[in-house]
């Protein structure tokens, strides 16, 4: 395996790809004040993607800034037309899909996108849980926000395209689609958009970043709220009857990945299910702790259980079963495509409900 970027997330696939046996040959990295890291953790340097070909990679992870990902895909492909290239949430910014699709014409190799959430033990529990209590959702809530105020400043996590929903938008959309069984083939019921708080008018920085709401509504008739705030702010704090979700929803920090799923039961017993995606509120500082909760009428202590739950582990694991083994692919290239295109039309077609702060 050669990674392809050794930033935040290049750092943490190194790891997990460590601890799955797989063998890290080398690092391609062009950002010379992080050499000294690369050579500190006992990582080959590469000076570049024709010099990692040299070393006969089986795998590729190309784990740059989203608007990179198509030009190290074009020149992998280029110099390794079968290359099996694993490449991180979302695979290109909408605008680059145009060529990707040139690119994956000419490609021989598979192409597998890294939405880890696809692979999160948290939504495949509450899927067992709506299963098994026999829930009809009537609500669903995705809501992944957290202050992101420092890194924002620095010019990362900014879209222009898909504005507040770039970063966080992807994985709203997958959960989504895995807990209801679904494709995102739903309808917007509308939409809003506001500015970050702080940054002057016209500054990209703060232009329709800090958080956006996305309210459909889905084939089997669920009210679906998609929101994501780059400034920490929950779209709801929890139902009202529960005190304790509150409390649970909000801990310490300011950090939130939650699915909460309202629905009835045959019996006509309302029921909300609620999901906590690592890391979770409580614990920041473990990544693969993650819980579910069952809130019922009328029951004033909450049935809460945390679970073990390490999506990228788990989702790099899968994929590179997919390259080698051939087992199913975790999350392809059209599915990302797919996600994109829903953000952006989801986005366009409630532009006319835009909130600014
Ligand atoms: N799956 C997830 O949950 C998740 C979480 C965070 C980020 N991401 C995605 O991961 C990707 C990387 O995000 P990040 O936060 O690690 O970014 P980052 O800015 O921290 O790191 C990117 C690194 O790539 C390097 N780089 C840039 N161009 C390069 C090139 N042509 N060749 C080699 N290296 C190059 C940069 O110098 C930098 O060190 C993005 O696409 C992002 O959307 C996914």
Redesign the pocket.
Known sequence: MVV???????RMHVVQHTLNGVKVLGV????TA?HADIAADGLVLLPG?EAARRVNPDLWDV????S??I??IDSISFVDPCARILV???VCHPEDAERLAAVLVRHQGKIVV????ASSTITSCLRDMIEELQVTPTRLIVDMSKQRQPDVLQG?FIDTVLHATG?EGP?LVTVAEDLLGEDANWSVLGAWIRDHAGFAPGDLRGTRQGGALIRCVTESGCVLDLHTALDGQLHEPGPSSSPHLCTWHTGPSNRHRIARVDGMRPNGEPVTLVGWYAPLPWAQDNRTRGAVGVFREGVNTPHLQEISDNS?GAHLRRAVSHFTADLPDPYPVDRSLRCLRFLESWLSSALGLVEAS
């Open positions: 392809v970027g050794y930033g935040t997330v290049g391609v990295e062009p950002h992080l993607i784990c740059v800034p989203t990179g990902h030009d190290v991180e949430k979302p890294n939405e880890n959430y990362r970063y994985h990228l």
